[in-house]
C-alpha cells in the first residue's frame, strides 16, 4: 500500500515527491508522502469535475473521513486514508492545519477569483501552508509560522501554472504580471526562515528551487530538477 501511495504522489505531484527523497528517515517520508497524498486527493476532486454537486460530494466524503480520523476513529478503507491516519497518529498531528487544507479546496468550486489579497492569502494558507507546516512538523518537529511566505510562493506559482491552462483565480485588480512580482517577493522574504530550518526539514522547501524555471514558463526535465534539488539540499538555500 506504502509503495502504490509513493507511485501515485511521483505521478501526481513529481515536484514535492523529489523533495521527500530527501528524508532521511523512511518513516518519515512515508508519513510526508501522506499528507501530499491527501492534499492531492482533494485538488484531483477540486480540480477534475465537471459538476461542482458532485465534487462537492466527494470533498465532503474526504472531510468526514478527516473528521473521523481525528476524532479517534477507524479510517476509511481507502489507502490515502489508512496511510493519513498513520502519519497524525505516529507524529500527534495538529487538527487545525488538516482541516484548513480541507476546507481550502472547497472554496476552488465556484472557480471564481479571489475577491481580494486577503482571500487569496486564506487559501495558500490551507491548500500551501497548511501542507508544508505538517511536512515541517513530521521532519523535525517544528514550528512553520516561519515558512508561511515559502508556502505562498509555492501556492501562487501553482495558481500561475492553473492559469495558464485557463483557469484563473488571482483578483481581478492584479495586473498580468502581478502574480510573477507576488512570488519573487514572497520568495525573497522565505530565504531567511529557510536557512534557519533543521537539515531534517529542509527537504518540506526544496521543491522552492524549482520556481524560476517555472516563472520563466517552462518545465524542467526530471534530470534538471533532480540535479537543482540536489544543489540546493547541499546548500540548505533555495
Do not use: C
Amino acid at each position: 500500500m506504502t509503495d502504490d501511495l509513493d507511485a501515485t504522489v511521483r505521478r501526481a505531484d513529481p515536484d514535492r515527491w523529489l523533495s521527500s527523497r530527501f528524508i532521511g528517515d523512511p518513516t518519515k517520508r512515508a508519513d510526508v508522502i501522506a499528507i501530499y497524498g491527501f492534499s492531492q486527493e482533494l485538488a484531483r476532486v477540486a480540480l477534475g469535475a465537471r459538476e461542482p454537486m458532485v465534487a462537492e460530494i466527494r470533498l465532503t466524503w474526504w472531510r468526514e473521513g478527516l473528521d473521523d480520523i481525528l476524532a479517534g476513529k477507524p479510517a476509511r478503507g481507502h489507502p490515502v486514508m489508512q496511510a493519513l491516519a498513520q502519519a497524525i497518529n505516529r507524529n500527534g498531528l495538529a487538527a487545525a492545519p488538516l482541516e484548513a487544507l480541507s476546507d481550502a479546496y472547497f472554496t476552488d468550486l465556484d472557480a471564481e477569483r479571489f475577491a481580494d489579497d486577503a482571500a487569496l492569502e486564506q487559501y495558500l494558507d490551507g491548500a500551501s501552508g497548511a501542507v508544508m507546516a505538517l511536512a515541517a512538523a513530521i521532519t523535525a518537529g517544528v514550528d512553520a509560522a516561519d515558512l508561511r511566505p515559502a508556502a505562498h510562493a509555492w501556492g501562487l506559482v501553482g495558481l500561475i501554472r492553473r492559469r495558464a491552462a485557463g483557469f484563473d483565480r488571482f483578483p481581478a485588480r492584479w495586473g498580468a504580471a502581478e502574480p510573477i512580482t507576488r512570488v519573487q517577493q514572497t520568495l525573497a522574504v522565505s530565504r531567511a526562515p529557510i536557512a534557519a530550518l533543521p537539515v531534517e526539514a529542509f527537504p518540506v522547501v526544496a521543491h522552492l528551487a524549482l520556481i524560476q524555471g517555472y516563472l520563466a514558463g517552462r518545465t524542467p526535465s526530471e534530470l534538471e530538477k533532480r540535479a537543482r534539488l540536489t544543489w540546493a539540499t547541499l546548500r540548505g538555500k533555495v
